[in-house]
T-cell receptor, first 110, second 117 residues
Framework: RKEVEQDPGPFNVPEGATVAFNCTYS??????FFWYRQDCRKEPKLLMS???SGNEDGRFTAQLNRASQYISLLIRDSKLSDSATYLC???????????FGTGTRLTIIP | NAGVMQNPRHLVRRRGQEARLRCSPM?????VYWYRQLPEEGLKFMVY????????ESGMPKERFSAEFPKEGPSILRIQQVVRGDSAAYFC???????????????FGSGTRLTVV
């Protein structure tokens, strides 16, 4: 079983729609959780950290369920510029290493 | 404040040659991480270094790959006798010293795309 699993997509979503991504992780000792986005042939960029209480940044909302080892990302009112691959990322306890999912590809259609 | 700088951006090597990838961390950052992204795959951790020390090399292939972060100068990822399977994007990231409650993710450089022909 992969340490971090994501639906690879692709998700093709009309502009303005709401889209949700899910991710599961296998190590219950994982401590920190993130969503990164990666544009084609570019470096990953931190989108947001994910907290147990849930957190929101503009149109983006992230949730963490430790009991189910499940992380989600919700994008509301999607824009063309949201087209990218979204990476679910987990950090272990006392460990500087990040473990990446393979990513979910999102395309926003005009 | 410049970000994480990697060079070269693109590197072409023939099979059997050596590849040297360089990474200069952000100013004030003492931790460097190398990741590799094979085509159509996610990023995989390779090695974590602090100045003059390798902290975690659990993701490094056992042969041909080495990394260093000297007291002065950039971190270097070195691949000897490259093979076609080494073709990938190699990303470097840096962070300041962090503890369990002060980790906010880290910033990646723009990567080096290695092509082995």
């Amino acid at each position: 079983r992969k340490e971090v699993e994501q639906d690879p997509g692709p998700f093709n979503v009309p502009e303005g729609a709401t889209v949700a991504f899910n991710c599961t992780y296998s190590n219950s000792a994982s401590q920190s959780f993130f969503w990164y986005r990666q544009d084609c042939r570019k470096e990953p960029k931190l989108l947001m950290s994910v907290y147990s209480s849930g957190n929101e940044d503009g149109r983006f909302t992230a949730q963490l369920n430790r009991a189910s080892q499940y992380i989600s990302l919700l994008i509301r009112d999607s824009k063309l510029s949201d087209s990218a691959t979204y990476l679910c990322v987990v950090r272990g306890f006392g460990n500087e290493k990040l473990t990446f999912g393979t990513g979910t590809r999102l395309t926003i259609i005009p | 404040n410049a970000g994480v700088m990697q060079n070269p951006r693109h590197l072409v090597r023939r099979r059997g040659q050596e590849a040297r990838l360089r990474c200069s961390p952000m100013k004030g950052h003492s931790h460097v991480y190398w990741y590799r992204q094979l085509p159509e795959e996610g990023l995989k951790f390779m090695v974590y270094l602090q100045k003059e020390n390798i902290i975690d090399e659990s993701g490094m292939p056992k042969e041909r790959f080495s990394a260093e972060f000297p007291k002065e100068g950039p971190s270097i990822l070195r691949i000897q006798q490259v093979v076609r399977g080494d073709s990938a994007a190699y990303f470097c990231a840096s962070s300041p010293a962090a503890g369990p409650t002060t980790f906010y993710g880290y910033t990646f450089g723009s990567g080096t795309r290695l092509t082995v022909v």
